[in-house]
């Protein structure tokens, strides 16, 4: 127990020496720095930028878009998807966690559910029975034709952003 008590006083100890270290030498003028000293400094500078920032894709060409037609005559599942459709049944907001706004559209091969998160991106305003919409976003699959959900940016990067383009305005 003690000497985990130790180590820990320890590796504090040296924490503190080298952020007091890295302090007083991150100056402006790295001229006077040694290659030691600056390779120990751009170290702690790219430790600290990746704590603080949110995880990006490794490559968003990993993910396969194809058209909603394609995704639902494959039975394709979570990929994503562009396309267009009419508005055929408008549903209450889905308040639980993130609100959604949402509708059903008529595609050419069926009917999809659209998840339009409206806490990362705006309300379509005035959607109407009948108007069309076009989108993009991540599919998943189902028995009534499927969900696309995702039509909006995604501010950490975890997924590709998607978008919905109503009435010549698009919203993301």
């Known amino acids: 127990m003690k000497s985990l008590f130790l180590k820990e006083i320890v590796l504090f100890i040296i924490l503190g020496i080298g952020l007091w270290w890295y ?14 000293q600056q390779q120990f400094s751009d170290s702690v500078k790219s430790i600290k930028a990746n704590l603080t920032k ?23 599942d979570k990929v994503y998807v562009v ?11 889905d308040n639980n966690g993130n609100k959604h ?11 999809i559910l659209v998840l339009h998160n409206i806490d990362s991106a705006p309300r379509l305003l005035s959607l ?12 998943i699959r189902n028995k009534q034709g499927g969900v696309v959900h995702r039509t909006h940016r995604d501010p950490y990067n975890h997924h590709l952003s998607g978008w919905l383009l109503y ?3 698009t919203y993301q």
């Open 101 to 111: 706004q949402r509708f059903v559209l008529q595609v050419s091969n069926g009917t």
């Open 128 to 139: 109407q029975l009948g108007d069309k919409i076009s989108f993009a976003g991540e599919y």
């Open 23 to 36: 302090h007083d030498n991150s100056s402006a003028n790295l001229a006077g720095k040694s290659h030691l």
């Open 83 to 93: 396309g267009k459709g009419k508005v055929i049944r408008i549903l209450p907001d």
């Open 167 to 169: 009435h010549g305005k």
């Open 54 to 76: 949110h995880p990006v894709l490794a490559s968003p060409m990993k993910f396969q878009t194809v058209s909603i037609e394609q995704a639902q005559a494959r039975n394709m």
